[in-house]
């Protein structure tokens, strides 16, 4: 059996049974305060030492979820706005059994266009989030600026816009593929 890492906060059940635990040892690490179940099949390593990270703690209780709209655009420093949510998108057919009471998690049905493209793994430690890559990230705002809010919107296609990683084609082909391009094409025209 291998010992569980200091540095990776989340083991899944499948990840403990690779590394040689049983069923009864997982129950019994649990009962000696090592592991705590935190859905079906999920468990927080208590000896983890690593920083706290919102984004993987989201992703412990919504694995197939992905980071999304305001908080991948904090993430990617396009807004000062502060969230007190995390955006988590996960497909519309998919169901989220268990939610934590911290972080605080708005969850996102996308269909299976918008929820397939432009996703990117990012790895901190032993753990890992799933996030939407900058570009597909400011095309959703601008899909959903309505709910958003028109400034949050416009002050992240400015930020974006003054990147000098911006890749506007790549913009475009999301905004294509998601159904929004004459209105990126029109917020592009009265910011440049």
């Known amino acids: 059996m291998i010992a569980l890492k200091t540095d990776q906060k989340y083991y899944t059940t499948g990840e403990l049974k690779d590394m040689g635990y049983s069923y009864y040892k997982i129950g019994q690490m649990e009962m ?3 592991l705590h179940r935190i859905n079906r099949t999920t468990y927080e390593n208590l000896s983890y030492t690593g920083d706290e990270n919102d984004f993987i703690n989201a992703a412990a209780y919504v694995p197939d979820g992905v980071i ?40 996102f049905y996308f269909d299976a266009t918008r929820m397939n493209n432009g996703v990117t793994e990012i ?54 593929m998601l159904r929004c391009e004459s209105i990126i094409r029109t917020y592009l025209e009265v910011l440049v």
């Open 32 to 34: 000696n305060g090592k």
């Open 68 to 107: 999304c709209l305001m908080s991948a655009a904090r993430y990617y420093e396009l807004t000062n706005f502060l969230p007190d949510v995390i955006n988590v998108a996960i497909d519309r057919k998919k169901k989220v059994s268990t939610l934590p009471n911290w972080p605080k998690i708005k969850v």
């Open 123 to 176: 790895t901190e430690g032993g753990d890992s989030f799933r996030i939407f890559d900058i570009e597909k990230t400011v095309s959703d705002i601008i899909y959903y600026r309505n709910k958003i809010g028109i400034e949050e919107t416009s002050e992240v296609l400015r930020n974006y816009l003054k990147r000098q990683d911006r890749q506007i084609d790549r913009l475009y082909s999301y905004a294509k």
